[in-house]
């Protein structure tokens, strides 16, 4: 049997994943578990580049990993886990900033974005992070990476230290590739269609949390900032209707047709609330499976500490691969 493919990727955990979180990166990273071998991780070590409430920071790890299962990852068949559980990462980037220039990290745009915001907390760790990114990459010999448009100049980076490193010491990583899946819905804000959907976004109608209550999510909808004009149709300039079709029909599996037809002679309201209530129905099966995970707190540790054990035991024969490569003493 021919091998499958491997795909890594981790997720942040500092904030509740918001719907187009979860429509643009977890629905597809469950749809591939029956395709790939699929290693998913949440990124604590990443987080405290910028400054965490500790209390904070450690529910949300736990609530991160536990979406992950109530979205539909299943523990058995993927390798969750969390990245600070695996010494492995920290070790890897150690070696990995070695062949890492300082130029190189000095141009990445998210190195310049964050220091611009956070000027009174430019550490080391802001710097290296690409590398520490590389290290989750390279650990697992993963051949596929799905990310963001925001995360290919990091990648990039990954693929060069593959073949920076590779061409020293003959072929110990993988090269990765970046994988885009085209089905993916691109979540605007609720209240300016021209930006994507964040967290971070000061108006709390502009986002909606997958743990949000139903009424919440019909609401944030119901006010949702749309056009002047009345037709439910994806033409250009219509902005908020064509964010709203692509939610509806990514949620309620319709195409745009289907979905113009259905509110033909209907106005904006009964459409927003239509697509609320789909979005609220599509959320309700991994909220239910949220609160019973958090109810039974013995066996998603359990899963962590397995899939603690499984990414160790991958990722350490790299890494032992890579220390014997770069000369060091094994015992
Ligand atoms: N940097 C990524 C982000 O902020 C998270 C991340 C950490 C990641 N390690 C990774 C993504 C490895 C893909 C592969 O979104």
């Known amino acids: 049997m021919e091998q499958k493919k491997r795909i890594l990727s981790l997720i942040q955990p500092t904030n509740t994943p918001h719907l187009g979180n979860y429509l643009g990166a977890m629905c597809n990273w469950v749809k591939m578990q029956e395709e790939f071998d699929c290693t998913y991780g949440i990124a604590d070590l990443h987080s405290i580049t910028v400054r965490q409430d500790p209390t904070k920071l ?7 990993y536990a979406l992950l299962i109530a979205a539909g990852l299943d523990p058995e068949k993927s390798t969750l886990f969390v990245q600070g559980h ?43 992070y690409p590398v520490l990114m590389a290290a989750d990459i390279l650990l697992y010999q993963a051949d596929l990476v799905p990310v963001g448009v925001d995360q290919m100049q990091h990648l990039e980076l990954a693929r060069n230290i593959v073949q920076r490193f590779n061409g020293i010491y003959g072929d110990v990583f993988t090269m990765p590739e970046g994988y ?35 009424d919440t999510i019909i609401r944030k909808f119901k006010r949702a900032v749309t056009d002047s004009e009345t037709e439910v149709c994806a033409r250009e300039g219509k902005d908020g209707i064509i964010n709203l079709m692509s939610i509806y029909g990514a949620v309620a599996g319709k195409s745009f047709e289907d979905i113009e037809a259905e509110f033909k002679g209907k106005g904006y309201g009964d459409f927003k609330l239509a697509v609320g209530e789909a979005v609220a129905d599509k959320l309700a099966p991994l909220q239910a499976e949220y609160k019973r995970l958090s109810e039974d707190k013995a066996y998603v540790e359990a899963c962590m500490k397995s899939g603690a054990e499984k990414a160790y035991k991958i990722s350490r ?7 014997k490569k770069v000369g060091f003493v094994q015992l």
């Open 58 to 64: 450690r529910a949300q790890i736990k609530e991160s």
């Open 86 to 128: 695996n010494p492995n990462h920290s070790e890897l980037a150690w070696i990995l900033s070695c062949y890492t220039q300082f130029g190189e990290l000095s141009r990445m745009t998210q190195f310049k974005d964050k220091s611009q915001k956070h000027p009174d907390n430019i550490n080391a760790g802001l710097f290296t």
């Open 180 to 214: 885009i899946t085209k089905s993916t819905a691109k979540v605007m804000s609720l209240q300016d269609p021209t930006k994507k959907m964040s967290k971070s976004d000061e108006n709390p109608n502009a986002s909606v949390s997958i743990l949000d209550d139903r």
């Open 317 to 323: 024969k790299t890494l032992q691969k890579v220390q």
